[in-house]
């Protein structure tokens, strides 16, 4: 009985936050900040990012199993990831919502999105190995 609670208590923690992708969908496509370049970069980052949701289910439920300890584990982890996911929120809605500014005219995309890797992780929002990866995919997509 007390298993089944547990693993309630953890799925529904895990799934009570928006995703950065499901963020980008409810921009206001008709603002001005949406089509600058600032804009388009959060937006690919946003739509990139992986909050790896199945395997922290997976390691959530097995964690579950060893009781308190266990459940401050895995709302631990949960937390840490949570974090990352709304920093990356944070940047996509600094970079596309509140006062419109000028558009970025001429400036290089690859730039500006490396600008806001290298910012996430100089607060240490994302991983190493998470902007490396990010980083190979902006490269890739030149």
Do not use: W
């Amino acid at each position: 009985m007390k298993l089944p609670f547990i693993l309630f208590l953890i799925i529904f923690v895990s799934g009570c936050a928006s995703t950065p992708q499901e963020e980008v969908e409810q921009l206001d496509l008709s603002h001005p900040n949406y089509s600058t370049v600032e804009c388009r970069e959060a937006r690919s980052i946003a739509l990139q990012y992986d909050p790896k949701v199945a395997g922290r289910m997976g390691m959530n439920i097995l964690l579950g199993t060893l009781g308190p300890v266990g459940i401050g584990l895995a709302v631990a982890t949960n937390s840490a990831q949570s974090k990352k996911g709304k920093a990356v929120i944070n940047e996509l809605k600094l970079q596309c919502e509140g006062d419109p500014r000028a558009p970025s005219e001429g400036e290089d995309s690859l730039a500006v999105r490396l600008t806001i890797l290298k910012d996430l992780l100089t607060k240490e929002l994302i991983t190493v190995e998470e902007y490396d990866q990010l980083r190979a995919r902006a490269l890739k997509e030149l």
